[in-house]
């Protein structure tokens, strides 16, 4: 919502979500659902495309 105020767009969330699934920064149950978050492999994913962030 700030970005779309702001820029007057906003980007979708699923394609950097599915991203950073597929480089592994995703837990998932047998059945593909999301359980939880590598924060390691979050922050290198991100950090890789430029956007530096620290997961507390």
Same mark, same amino acid.
């Given at each position: 919502? /700030?970005?779309?105020h !702001?820029?007057?767009?906003? $980007?979708s969330?699923?394609? $950097?979500? !599915?991203?950073?699934?597929? *480089?592994?920064? *995703? ?10 978050l590598?924060?390691?492999v979050?922050?290198a994913f991100?950090?890789?495309?430029? /956007? ?5």
């Open positions: 919502m /700030i970005l779309d !702001r820029d007057g767009h906003a $980007p969330l699923l394609e $950097p979500a !599915r991203g950073c699934a597929s *480089y592994g920064g *995703y837990v998932e149950d047998g059945q593909g659902a999301i359980k939880g590598h924060t390691e979050f922050e991100f950090g890789g495309r430029g /956007i530096a962030l620290t997961v507390r």
